[in-house]
């Protein structure tokens, strides 16, 4: 009996490679600490210690071990009490420290300890060792081969779906640890004996399918009338070759109940059910043992738990796009196909006088037609007349049979009076049942119809402050409450998929966006600004956070360059409007979907490559100025366009469609490029495509620019060392450096072209006329005075003294700016008008005279104080009174 004082490493009952594994790890990091399994080995276990060189390791048999001595308890793979058997006891002792260190989810019997080391990895081995390697501790190849049997045991071999990257790793350690593979295989993969391939065929011979909500589960259940080990082997056979979404096996021997679970799909949490049995595990994958039920009892409280536990399948409603673009019987079929065109859509519902649905027509009909010079008919001639259709509340199984086996493309959802209030297309299917694929290829314009989508709530959750995630959720339960769906876009989501901040959050509602913002605020007191021009809301939150509304958009343009007509649409051709592929995700923010990411366009796989691309090949066509936001993504994150969107910019470039752009949407651009970081790379970027010349003609990048735009990032970087309060736009300088070689009448044609505010205006015509004479004044002045400096820089520009600094060549011209900025331009005298007069001097021309003299004499530091200041008039301007 050991009777000193002691840590213990322990694990879960029934204890399997992971389990043991991690003790082994844990005796690493706890040198001093003693192992006992808490009950229970599994057969394998037994038969590996029994057999293998594994009998040196150190596992002590718990009753030698007197619990009232222990310490400290160490938990791995485990921190539920009611699994660890007798020493749940030292749980509740005050005087026992206890550490946990585990991979499976929470439950409500979880121990707490003063230190948790909880990750979600496919295995606790793998966490283990993870903090091995971060503190330089070795294992033997012995335990290596044991923690790799650890791995790929409860990896299913590195291939279940909650294997992690952090198991591959710890795998690699391992394997250069001396890890012996062939061991491991040998494990890992067994023939099964005679009696697990009877229970197996019991198992196939009493399986069923049950449906709840619209989802298949498996049922299965065997007896022997003594205990077979390895069931979790057989019920995994069992999943693979029923290729079954989720499977709940029982085994009745040796008087219990053993229960495994399976699970493939979100809707169903093997671990929670099976939580409920006493058991535990994952949501893919868990286990229980039951001693005072039936087997017919345990698989209806299974039915009853499925049946109250899943969320019910999708329905039409919830997949459904709209609003839904619609046109007339009469109308023919050249509009028909200026509508496909335009809204780039393949099939039209046709709707009468009352917007109820009378038939369908495609581009398929309407080309063909077009061939046969029917472009006039009416489309009531050639539409389908008799489309399947669905109501909202349609079931996912029977929207499938509709779009599969009848082989409709494109399915009308219609209210009790068939009038249309969305659609489902075939790769809105393929997003609900999570079969979509979009293509990698560069070549191809990713398919809007087609969207892949994950739940990130806990990536919300962990990344966002909790204000603002209070907020999203407000959002959602609004829209709720409006019957809309409403959706975070834009740089916010993309922003929070790449780790930034990024808290300008936009929401985009499927449906009346205003009347959305509208509500919301009455709702919670907020306060809001509409713009109906565009038909957009700013929602104030608490006087400081702000949400920009606007309702679901399309955009197509009449000709190149122009500004888009605009109106409403779903959020699928919403996010096609948007000029790149990164700034098309949505998370849509209703309750029962909170957290879900939609990504229609690849945005992830781009994100991954870090590549910027853009939707379809005429984005550049439509909107030339999308290539100067290219070339700022590019450089902001550190990507690069695909090959696609390059080739694209060029040939924009080499039709001049940025002549379309007017010089102010030009300037817009420009000023948000010159507010980047890597404003030189930005330049050189630009000048790489021939860009600065849509600018002005003689805007260029060559080397002499390259170094003043060099010398003023040095000196903006001075600058903001300073602290000073005099704000200084950076852009701007930079600006004024970009167009340093322009003539002033070139800068009058430029201010003319671009409708620059009057301000900027101004500095810049300050810079070209004034801006040489002042760097002569300072380099040319004779024993340059502190005053001297003051009065050729006061008047001038902030902004424009900065890029003078930097345009100047010479030390002792950059160090009187220096002098000016830190010493001389707040500098100030204490007289005021009001002081001379009471001195007696008659009021007039000579107070300008007067405080001048004496504002020099303060700048050159021969006066200090308002004492000093009195003496100084008195001196220079009463002495003859006073004589």
């Given at each position: 009996?050991?009777?000193?004082?002691?840590?213990?490493?322990?694990?879960?009952?029934?204890?399997?490679?992971?389990?043991?594994?991690?003790?082994?790890?844990?005796?690493?990091?706890?040198?001093?600490?003693?192992?006992?399994?808490?009950?229970?080995?599994?057969?394998?276990?037994?038969?590996?210690?029994?057999?293998?060189?594994?009998?040196?390791?150190?596992?002590?048999?718990?009753?030698?071990?007197?619990?009232?001595?222990?310490?400290?308890?160490?938990?791995?793979?485990?921190?539920?009490?009611?699994?660890?058997?007798?020493?749940?006891?030292?749980?509740?002792?005050?005087?026992?420290?206890?550490?946990?260190?585990?991979?499976?989810?929470?439950?409500?019997?979880?121990?707490?300890?003063?230190?948790?080391?909880?990750?979600?990895?496919?295995?606790?081995?793998?966490?283990?060792?993870?903090?091995?390697?971060?503190?330089?501790?070795?294992?033997?190849?012995?335990?290596?081969?044991?923690?790799?049997?650890?791995?790929?045991?409860?990896?299913?071999?590195?291939?279940?779906?909650?294997?992690?990257?952090?198991?591959?790793?710890?795998?690699?350690?391992?394997?250069?640890?001396?890890?012996?593979?062939?061991?491991?295989?040998?494990?890992?993969?067994?023939?099964?004996?005679?009696?697990?391939?009877?229970?197996?065929?019991?198992?196939?011979?009493?399986?069923?399918?049950?449906?709840?909500?619209?989802?298949?589960?498996?049922?299965?259940?065997?007896?022997?009338?003594?205990?077979?080990?390895?069931?979790?082997?057989?019920?995994?056979?069992?999943?693979?070759?029923?290729?079954v979404n989720a499977l709940f096996a029982l085994a009745n021997m040796d008087d219990r109940i053993y229960i495994v679970g399976r699970s493939r799909i979100k809707e169903?949490?093997?671990?929670?059910?099976?939580?409920?049995?006493?058991?535990?595990?994952?949501?893919?994958?868990?286990?229980?043992?039951?001693?005072?039920?039936?087997?017919?009892?345990?698989?209806?409280?299974?039915?009853?738990?499925?049946?109250?536990?899943?969320?019910?399948?999708?329905?039409?409603?919830?997949?459904?796009?709209?609003?839904?673009?619609?046109?007339?019987?009469?109308?023919?079929?050249?509009?028909?196909?200026?509508?496909?065109?335009?809204?780039?859509?393949?099939?039209?519902?046709?709707?009468?006088?009352?917007?109820?649905?009378?038939?369908?027509?495609?581009?398929?009909?309407?080309?063909?037609?077009?061939?046969?010079?029917?472009?006039?008919?009416?489309?009531?001639?050639?539409?389908?007349?008799?489309?399947?259709?669905?109501?909202?509340?349609?079931?996912?199984?029977?929207?499938?049979?509709?779009?599969?086996?009848?082989?409709?493309?494109?399915?009308?959802?219609?209210?009790?009076?068939?009038?249309?209030?969305?659609?489902?297309?075939?790769?809105?299917?393929?997003?609900?049942?999570?079969?979509?694929?979009?293509?990698?290829?560069?070549?191809?314009?990713?398919?809007?119809?087609?969207?892949?989508?994950?739940?990130?709530?806990?990536?919300?959750?962990?990344?966002?402050?909790?204000?603002?995630?209070?907020?999203?959720?407000?959002?959602?339960?609004?829209?709720?409450?409006?019957?809309?769906?409403?959706?975070?876009?834009?740089?916010?989501?993309?922003?929070?998929y790449l780790r930034g901040i990024n808290l300008d959050i936009d929401i985009v509602i499927e449906g009346d966006g205003v009347a959305f913002a509208r509500a919301l605020?009455?709702?919670?007191?907020?306060?809001?600004?509409?713009?109906?021009?565009?038909?957009?809301?700013?929602?104030?939150?608490?006087?400081?956070?702000?949400?920009?509304?606007?309702?679901?958009?399309?955009?197509?343009?009449?000709?190149?360059?122009?500004?888009?007509?605009?109106?409403?649409?779903?959020?699928?051709?919403?996010?096609?409007?948007?000029?790149?592929?990164?700034?098309?995700?949505?998370?849509?923010?209703?309750?029962?979907?909170?957290?879900?990411?939609?990504?229609?366009?690849?945005?992830?796989?781009?994100?991954?490559?870090?590549?910027?691309?853009?939707?379809?090949?005429?984005?550049?066509?439509?909107?030339?100025?999308?290539?100067?936001?290219?070339?700022?993504?590019?450089?902001?994150?550190?990507?690069?366009?695909?090959?696609?969107?390059?080739?694209?910019?060029?040939?924009?470039?080499?039709?001049?469609?940025?002549?379309?752009?007017?010089?102010?949407?030009?300037?817009?651009?420009?000023?948000?490029?010159?507010?980047?970081?890597?404003?030189?790379?930005?330049?050189?970027?630009?000048?790489?495509?021939?860009?600065?010349?849509?600018?002005?003609?003689?805007?260029?990048?060559?080397?002499?620019?390259?170094?003043?735009?060099?010398?003023?990032?040095?000196?903006?970087?001075?600058?903001?060392?300073?602290?000073?309060?005099?704000?200084?736009?950076?852009?701007?300088?930079?600006?004024?450096?970009?167009?340093?070689?322009?003539?002033?009448?070139?800068?009058?044609?430029l201010l003319r072209r671009c409708d620059i505010k009057r301000a900027y205006s101004v500095s810049i015509m300050t810079a070209k006329t004034g801006g040489m004479q002042?760097?002569?004044?300072?380099?040319?002045?004779?024993?340059?005075?502190?005053?001297?400096?003051?009065?050729?820089?006061?008047?001038?520009?902030?902004?424009?003294?900065?890029?003078?600094?930097?345009?100047?060549?010479?030390?002792?011209?950059?160090?009187?700016?220096?002098?000016?900025?830190?010493?001389?331009?707040?500098?100030?005298?204490?007289?005021?008008?009001?002081?001379?007069?009471?001195?007696?001097?008659?009021?007039?021309?000579?107070?300008?005279?007067?405080?001048?003299?004496?504002?020099?004499?303060?700048?050159?530091?021969?006066?200090?104080?308002?004492?000093?200041?009195?003496?100084?008039?008195?001196?220079?301007?009463?002495?003859?009174?006073?004589?």
């Open positions: 009996m050991y009777k000193h004082a002691m840590e213990l490493i322990t694990t879960h009952i029934n204890a399997d490679f992971d389990a043991l594994a991690s003790m082994i790890a844990a005796s690493k990091l706890y040198p001093d600490a003693v192992m006992a399994f808490s009950g229970a080995q599994e057969k394998s276990i037994r038969d590996f210690l029994l057999h293998s060189a594994a009998y040196a390791l150190d596992v002590r048999k718990l009753s030698r071990i007197d619990l009232e001595q222990v310490t400290r308890l160490i938990l791995v793979d485990i921190r539920q009490a009611g699994r660890i058997g007798k020493l749940s006891k030292l749980c509740s002792r005050g005087d026992v420290d206890i550490h946990v260190y585990d991979h499976h989810p929470p439950s409500s019997d979880d121990v707490r300890g003063s230190l948790e080391v909880i990750e979600p990895s496919g295995s606790t081995t793998a966490i283990m060792c993870r903090l091995l390697q971060e503190r330089g501790l070795s294992v033997s190849p012995d335990e290596a081969t044991i923690m790799m049997l650890g791995i790929y045991e409860d990896t299913g071999n590195l291939t279940f779906t909650s294997t992690t990257g952090a198991d591959f790793r710890a795998a690699a350690f391992l394997l250069a640890q001396g890890a012996n593979l062939n061991v491991v295989a040998d494990m890992v993969i067994k023939e099964l004996n005679a009696d697990q391939v009877l229970l197996l065929n019991q198992l196939i011979e009493n399986s069923y399918l049950k449906r709840f909500h619209g989802i298949e589960v498996m049922f299965a259940s065997a007896s022997a009338s003594a205990y077979i080990d390895d069931f979790a082997v057989l019920v995994h056979k069992l999943k693979n070759m029923s290729r169903i949490n093997a671990g929670e059910i099976l939580g409920a049995f006493g058991g535990g595990g994952h949501a893919t994958a868990a286990s229980a043992t039951v001693h005072d039920m039936t087997l017919i009892q345990i698989e209806q409280e299974l039915h009853q738990m499925l049946e109250h536990s899943i969320v019910p399948a999708a329905r039409a409603c919830d997949i459904m796009s709209s609003p839904v673009k619609t046109i007339a019987p009469d109308s023919d079929l050249q509009e028909a196909s200026r509508m496909l065109t335009r809204y780039n859509i393949n099939v039209l519902p046709v709707v009468d006088d009352k917007e109820r649905l009378v038939g369908l027509i495609s581009r398929q009909i309407i080309e063909r037609a077009k061939h046969h010079g029917l472009k006039l008919q009416p489309v009531s001639a050639y539409m389908s007349t008799e489309p399947a259709a669905v109501r909202p509340a349609t079931p996912l199984a029977r929207i499938q049979r509709h779009i599969i086996n009848e082989n409709q493309r494109f399915l009308p959802v219609v209210d009790q009076r068939r009038r249309i209030v969305g659609a489902i297309t075939r790769t809105d299917l393929m997003r609900a049942l999570h079969l979509d694929d979009p293509g990698e290829s560069d070549s191809h314009e990713p398919d809007p119809g087609q969207a892949r989508t994950r739940i990130m709530a806990g990536m919300l959750e962990e990344r966002l402050p909790d204000d603002v995630l209070s907020l999203l959720k407000r959002v959602g339960s609004a829209a709720d409450e409006m019957a809309c769906n409403a959706y975070a876009v834009g740089g916010f989501v993309r922003d929070l605020a009455a709702q919670h007191g907020y306060g809001v600004k509409v713009y109906k021009k565009f038909g957009t809301a700013v929602v104030t939150v608490d006087g400081s956070m702000k949400i920009d509304v606007a309702s679901a958009r399309l955009e197509y343009y009449e000709k190149p360059a122009a500004l888009p007509t605009v109106e409403w649409s779903s959020i699928k051709l919403d996010l096609y409007r948007r000029d790149f592929t990164i700034n098309t995700l949505a998370v849509r923010l209703n309750r029962r979907h909170f957290g879900q990411l939609i990504d229609f366009f690849g945005a992830r796989r781009d994100i991954k490559e870090k590549q910027i691309r853009v939707l379809h090949n005429l984005s550049f066509v439509e909107d030339p100025s999308r290539i100067f936001r290219a070339i700022r993504f590019e450089k902001r994150f550190n990507f690069q366009l695909s090959k696609l969107t390059r080739s694209l910019i060029e040939n924009a470039v080499k039709a001049d469609f940025l002549l379309n752009l007017s010089g102010k949407r030009i300037f817009s651009e420009l000023q948000l490029l010159l507010k980047e970081e890597r404003v030189r790379t930005l330049m050189k970027r630009l000048n790489d495509f021939d860009l600065l010349k849509y600018i002005h003609p003689a805007v260029c990048y060559n080397p002499s620019v390259n170094r003043l735009m060099k010398s003023i990032e040095s000196v903006l970087a001075w600058y903001d060392l300073l602290y000073l309060d005099n704000h200084c736009e950076k852009w701007f300088v930079y600006f004024l450096g970009l167009i340093d070689r322009l003539s002033a009448e070139e800068a009058e044609q002042v760097l002569l004044d300072l380099a040319n002045k004779k024993n340059l005075q502190n005053a001297d400096i003051y009065r050729i820089l006061h008047q001038i520009p902030h902004d424009v003294s900065l890029y003078l600094m930097a345009k100047s060549g010479r030390t002792s011209t950059k160090k009187a700016f220096s002098v000016y900025f830190t010493q001389l331009q707040h500098a100030r005298v204490h007289l005021t008008g009001n002081d001379l007069k009471q001195l007696g001097i008659e009021p007039g021309r000579s107070y300008r005279h007067i405080l001048d003299r004496l504002r020099d004499a303060v700048l050159n530091g021969q006066v200090s104080g308002r004492s000093d200041e009195l003496r100084f008039v008195r001196r220079n301007f009463l002495k003859d009174r006073e004589q």
